[in-house]
């Protein structure tokens, strides 16, 4: 398995770290700065945490913004600290309701060269997705986020084609009180992305640093090698208040030392 982080850990940065997110504020102010400026902020700060790759929020990456030749240039700077894009993450219009914003997404995740797509979805678009996955050759991971139990993630993706899995997000999980040692174990193969997320207590939706809160981090790891997952642990640490980049490098150290 190899060590990813979401950029979404980096949701306030640009608004200061005010304490309480508004997302939707803190979203279209990412989307309103320098493209390049912001991810260079992001992979400077990561650069001690050896990450294998980065996966950007949508934002870091509006559609709107991103060109080839925009894209050219953060591959460039991924390769140079031997990184790549392991996924693009958010939602995705329902290709039914709306396939022009459906296909940007999917258009943006070709041209920084990500396997897939994980964020939260409606269950009504999952089958015009798979459609769509097989189009553009891009995976589509269904994100768990207020689900309690696996069964509700299984009714989810059950329309699904061969395109569609499950990404398990360990911390929106246990912050409802669920298990997701028993949801990575039911679900098994259909699992094709991870955001690891460590939280303080059912209930909270504030995130730590891996192995500091509820999530049982070394069942999940064990779990996904029983599973025969090799695919992406993406490390997702979103804060209000500070910024999460040592939270981010010591989960990091943490993963490394249990995958050894």
Not at 154 to 169: H, L, T, Y
Not at 193 to 220: E, N, Q, R, T, Y
Not at 241 to 250: F, K, L, V
């Amino acid at each position: 398995m190899k060590l990813s982080c979401v950029t979404a850990s980096y949701v306030a940065d640009l608004i200061g770290y005010p304490g309480e997110t508004d997302w939707d504020f803190a979203s279209d102010t990412i989307t309103k700065a320098p493209v390049l400026k912001t991810i260079d902020g992001i992979l400077k700060r990561l650069a001690p945490a050896k990450l294998d790759g980065i996966e950007f929020w949508f934002p870091h990456i509006w559609p709107a913004n991103l060109t080839p030749v925009l894209s050219g240039e953060i591959l460039k700077r991924l390769t140079a600290q031997g990184m790549v894009c392991c996924a693009c993450a958010g939602g995705v219009d329902n290709p039914d309701a709306n396939p022009y914003g459906a296909m940007a997404a999917f258009q943006t995740t070709r041209l920084m060269e990500a396997p897939l797509i994980a964020g939260h979805l409606d269950p009504e678009s999952i089958k015009a997705l798979g459609q769509m996955c097989s189009k553009y050759g891009v995976r589509v991971a269904y994100e768990n986020g207020g689900e309690k139990d696996v069964s509700e993630i299984q009714a989810a993706i059950r329309g699904g084609n061969q395109w569609i899995g499950a990404n398990i997000d360990t911390g929106n999980m246990a912050g409802r009180g669920g298990d997701p040692v028993k949801a990575i174990r039911t679900l098994g193969s259909r699992i094709i992305h991870v955001h690891l997320k460590d939280v303080p207590a059912v209930g909270s939706h504030d995130c730590v640093a891996i192995g500091k809160g509820i999530v049982d981090i070394k069942g999940v790891i064990r779990e996904l090698i029983a599973i025969g997952y090799d695919g992406w642990l993406s490390i997702e640490i979103e804060t209000g208040d500070h910024d999460p980049t040592d939270e981010i490098i010591a989960s990091a150290e943490t993963l490394r030392g249990l995958l050894s």
